[in-house]
């Protein structure tokens, strides 16, 4: 972790805490809370989102609520500086979940969302070439995600993403997707994940640990134990922020490091690399 990624996620903390605390909604910490990581550039999401292997940045993004469930996302959407206002606005002005592709980013200009020049010098792809490059390194993460709690009770998880490396033009990870890379249910919890879509998406890990919470788990063991399914049965890695109504939470990963951090108001706001 640099030291402007720590100051900006200790910022990101004080902010949204001092909304929550002037009474705003946790829709509105969360939702702010990512617009000041997808504009600091730190991160992958927002101005510092990956590109696909055409050379095109293509983000994903999600929020959800829960008191009512609702929920709002955009996937692949292109030349946005705040994909997460877009997903919030899908959620809130329309009656639809999901909005991909071009369609997705012609609704964001409708809003005059502020936009970002997304495309690098274009490249051609050779799918032959991307099939047998098919084991790309994939350690650079860095998506965005937050959950808060507000004083109505009410939690919010939500996550930005610029994607892995070596991406095909078009894939789409877990992040935009309802229950993979983002759930929040006030009888349960939010959680919001980082880490390989695709072994998160098989998992539908977000939902899976607001099961667990359901149940009666601790957010800890509710995550260990779908890390745990998620590398035992199909290898794959990740990490995850877990808040319940109640106030409880936990931060685990099964990648070698996560950089996150937590702030109940008390002291400083904590942040570091890794969790146990
Ligand atoms: N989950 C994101 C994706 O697969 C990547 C990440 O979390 O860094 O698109």
Redesign the pocket.
Known sequence: MTASQAACLRTVLQVGHHLLDRGASALTAVEQAIRTLERSGLF?AGAGSRVQLDGVRRM?ASIMEGQDLRAGGVASIEGMLHPITAARLVMEETDHVLLVGPMATTFAKHFRLERQRTSMPKRRVSYGTIFNQKQVARE????V?AVALDRFGTVVAG?S????DG?LPG?????PLIGC?VYADNQSGAVS??????G?IRIAMAKEICDRLDEGATPKTAVRHVLKKLVDRIHGS??ALVLTPDGRFAIRHSTPHMIAGYWTGDGEPVVKDSYG
């Open positions: 992958n994903d650079r993460h860095g998506t995600g996550s993403t610029g994607g892995i991406m894939r789409v990870g877990d992040t890379g994940m980082t880490g390989i879509g695709e998160i990740a990490g």
